[in-house]
């Protein structure tokens, strides 16, 4: 690979790529003798039982969420902390087919792999000591990592005045297993969700969040991924790579001194070694060369902040929005399976779908963000009740316009729709029935093409990377699961229901659009529509195994 770093990450998106005859490299096969765990636990590590308490403790709406008028906060204590990881990472049902059982969880994950790690740093709160808290989904409890003395715990009290931090992490070798050399890029959009699904779950309890400008050093370090000791005996693949670290609760505005956090966690106790999830791995070298190309150091230049170009409050909700609960919609998220080819949805629906993928300031989820959009969309419009089926593109920061129409196929309309409201950027670029090429371009998949719309979420890409630096790949693509996030609970909300597409043909999408070299970049794919369901399937409650803890 090349040396520049930024070209290490152009050489690994254009070598993981699919191509219409030919996929990214993976083993072609799936080897159910080294099957991840998709559970992480420290044993030796005291637990700490969260309550289910979500749907008990919330009762915010769900248009309250895109509200800036924010629900009444509630305090930090151990319901809430249960409340937020429930709506955030804990398991929504089990499925079960014959003999095998598997779990759903709150934020989706591609293949249902789940890299993702969830951490907690908490001050003394009521009902939960202060430290580092390692989150596990399958028994919704915490493990206690790093218990300060009790010099530590007064200073986490001054640094973290009434907030806590959440950690995620990622490993690689989870989607790696299924997915092999693109795995990297499912691990990122996935922590995308994950971020969204946080920021989701604090707004439900009236608590901000954002996600704080550090080096991954200083997140492994804290979270005590960087641990050797603890970590020694297990193999690499198995470890953990340091992703964001968020500040939560009632008063998230405040500035957090986070060398004083790692003070603290360097000079405290710690207990647990992690579980081994495989016992065989295999390697796949680019992962690791693009791992390390996109490590953020201290040095990394600061982002320039999000653009709000959008009116304050959004466009008006939905008669049936007014009943649901945020808990709810949270809770029952899931990714379609099949779409019926046949459900339409108002152009009003849509629109408002679109205007929620628009940064607000104070409004979830894109305030937990803290750079400017870099993300469009490609859509192609299926069944939409008074838009014209056809082939669209949606500008999320009006700066980028002039940009992304001198980028596409210069014969493109450019129209913008009869009824659309003016502050979305939505133009018609050709009209006709692209239900098979939306089918053929992700990856032949026909669920992209039965639904209402599908869409591609495009990146101003080749620039903002050689602006900000190689561990902006990453950025790009956790909004794109930021992104992924709101269009899942805007079609739960809606009464139908979407998926995310990670496996697509990325120059056949771009060929489309007429692109023609790296400037702008196909990240993922999405799709939303009338569900089928698999009947042969039981779903189950998510914790009946939990008998006895409070709901």
Known sequence: MPENDVDVIL????????????????????????????????????????????????????????????????PVNLDTVGALFELALGLSA???????????????????????????????????????????????????????????????????????????????????????????????????????TVRYAAAALGWNARILDTSDGMIADVLGLARKEDFS????????????????????????????????????????????????????????????????????????????????????????????????????????????????????????????????????????????????????????????????FFVRNRDSLENIKAALDPSFQFEHPEGCPEHLLLFRLIGGDFRQHAQVVSCRQKIAGAGAFSLGMIAEFRESLRSFGPWWYRRLFWESGVLGQVLYLEAEAAGIRGTGIGCYFDDAFHSILGLRDNQLQSLYHFTIGGPVEDTRLMTLPPYAHLEGRSR
């Open 94 to 196: 089990w499925k079960q087919f014959e003999q095998t059982r598997w779990s759903l969880r709150s934020n989706p994950s591609s293949g249902n792999l789940h890299p993702t790690e969830g951490y907690a740093i908490v001050p003394e709160v009521e009902g939960l000591e202060a430290g580092v808290y390692h989150y596990s989904p399958r028994d919704h409890r915490l493990e206690w990592r790093c218990m300060p003395a009790r010099e530590g715990v007064e200073r986490l009290a001054r640094l973290l005045p009434g907030n806590l931090l959440i950690g995620l992490s990622s490993i690689h070798w989870r989607e790696a297993w299924k997915y092999g050399e693109r795995a990297f890029r499912y691990c990122q959009h996935d922590i995308g969700h994950a971020i969204a």
């Open 11 to 74: 050489d690994y998106h254009s070598r993981t790529k699919h191509h219409l005859h030919r996929f990214a490299a993976s083993l072609g096969y799936l080897d159910w003798a080294s099957q991840p765990n998709p559970f992480r636990t420290f044993e030796g590590a005291k637990t700490v039982d969260l309550p289910l308490s979500a749907r008990g403790i919330s009762s915010t709406r769900y248009a309250e969420l895109y509200s800036t008028r924010s629900a009444p906060s509630a």
């Open 233 to 392: 005996g297990i193999d690499e693949a198995d470890r953990e790579h340091p992703a964001a670290l968020l500040l939560v609760g009632p008063g998230s505005d405040v500035e957090i001194d986070i060398a004083g956090v790692n003070d603290v966690v360097r000079s405290s106790a710690w207990a647990g070694r992690p579980n081994a999830l495989s016992p065989d791995h295999t390697r796949w070298g680019a992962i690791d060369v693009v791992a390390e190309a996109t490590w953020r150091n201290e040095e990394a230049l600061p982002l320039p902040g999000p653009v709000f170009a959008a009116p304050t409050d959004g466009l008006s909700r939905d008669s049936n929005e007014s009943g649901l609960l945020a808990g709810d919609i949270i809770l029952q998220r899931r990714s379609a399976v099949a779409l019926d080819d046949s459900t339409s949805i108002p152009s009003q629906t849509f629109y408002r779908m679109l205007d929620r993928l628009l940064p607000r300031p104070n409004v979830a989820p894109w305030d937990v963000l803290s750079w400017q959009q870099h993300l469009h969309c490609g859509i192609f419009v299926h069944r939409v009740d008074g838009l014209a089926p056809g082939l669209y």
